[in-house]
């Protein structure tokens, strides 16, 4: 019991203890050994289905690095249905039967490629073997020009003392090695290009493959992702056949009026070159350049200026007049995808690296994912599923996955289409871009 104490004649009472009041913490080096210290610990319980996941995820990476070929040819295979299939389709309209519209746009691809190939390869290779003997002449003219420059001196000293018999020498071991690769590369690509053929002609029985295994509260949105898919791999590819022949084209008839030796290969190679992102530029431009030096500093400058010029109004007006709202990505991202894509499986990772970057953006719209510091308003998009939800289970009710299948796909196209004639009314995108 606490009495009052007697502190230089005042009397002072004890203070009365606040049962509500909380006392202050200990220091640490006050504490004894025995004070016990409450500390909160995470646990990591995993459960067996998490660890079962766990195991097949990384089963699943690795075969597909084991297999990356045949993932390689697989992915060419998609893109190529995806091109092709909006013909075939097209046909169907028109009241052609599938496999007469399927064989007649194979057909036509067939035929186009072949003539491509008569035309051009035999002129391309006469065409590079004069380039072949005309490369010293070439060199040294390239050469005396750098020369004029004191900080390309060096460069133009190097170019002058270039001997091909120790360049020839140590690529000797690595021809066949190419060589070998380049008739592998072939041999996927055929492989590739008939597997788009079976999968254009089983459409209907792997499509209702895939709805069979998926449960049908999904089947909209899964359809829904399966078109945009469709829409953004061939939008991929056919804007970038258009932009590589309006490469080639505009190259060749530049090079032909300013009267430049081998047109043909030099635009044929631009064309090609046009398909690689960024670095493509530089090396449409650099063969052009080299081949008008013997022209004379006029030509050469004429040429310098309309490629660039041409580049400009390419990555400016062309691009998005041709892929359209493809792809939809910010610069930003395109660079940030065409530096991982690169790193990680080279040449064919930067090919890839757009359309799977908005393949990604794609199915975060459509999964409904909420990224950080992003807020939408997608009600009006959540109700238009929940109808089209109704719609389908209306219409697909006791009927196969096959038939299932075609009706999810018809639904949303519908529903594509009205979204888009929306968009176009308020004059944006249908995805709001």
Sequence with gaps: MSTARPIRGRTIAPRKRDPTRVAPEEPMEKRSPETPIMTSLLRFEP???GLLFTVLAVALAWVAL?????????????????????AVEWLEKKKWKRGWSIGFVFGIMFVVTGLLMALTIPSLLDQ??????????????LADILARSRPMAPLAEWLRNVHYETLAKASAGAAFEYSSRVAETIAYLVSAVFLALYILIDRDRLRGGLFAVVPRPHHIRLSRILLN????????????????AFMAGFTFVLLLVCRVHNALAIAVFAGLADILPYIGVFL?????????????????????????????FESRFLVPKVYGSALRLPSSVVLFALLVGGTLMGMT???????AAAAARMLIEELRIEL???????????????????????????????QAAAIAVEISEDRREEEGEDAKAVGTSPNGA
């Design 284 to 312: 449409s431009v650099g063969p052009a350049l080299a081949a008008s030096v013997a022209k004379g500093p006029v030509i050469v400058g004429i040429v310098l200026v309309a490629m660039l010029a041409y580049e400009e």
């Design 47 to 49: 459960t067996p289905k």
């Design 229 to 244: 898919l469709e829409t953004i791999v061939g939008g991929y590819i056919r804007g970038q056949v258009l932009t590589s």
């Design 372 to 402: 950080p510091g992003e807020e939408i308003d997608d009600s009006e998009q959540r109700a238009g599923d929940e109808r089209a939800e109704k719609e389908y289970e209306r219409r697909a009710e006791g009927m196969p996955a096959e």
């Design 66 to 86: 084991r297999l990356l070929p045949v993932v390689l040819v697989l992915v060419v295979a998609f893109f190529l249905v995806g091109t092709l299939n909006p």
């Design 128 to 141: 590079v073997a004069s380039l072949v003997k005309q490369e010293p002449e070439l060199r040294g003219r």
């Design 349 to 355: 990772g930067a090919l890839l690296a757009l359309p």
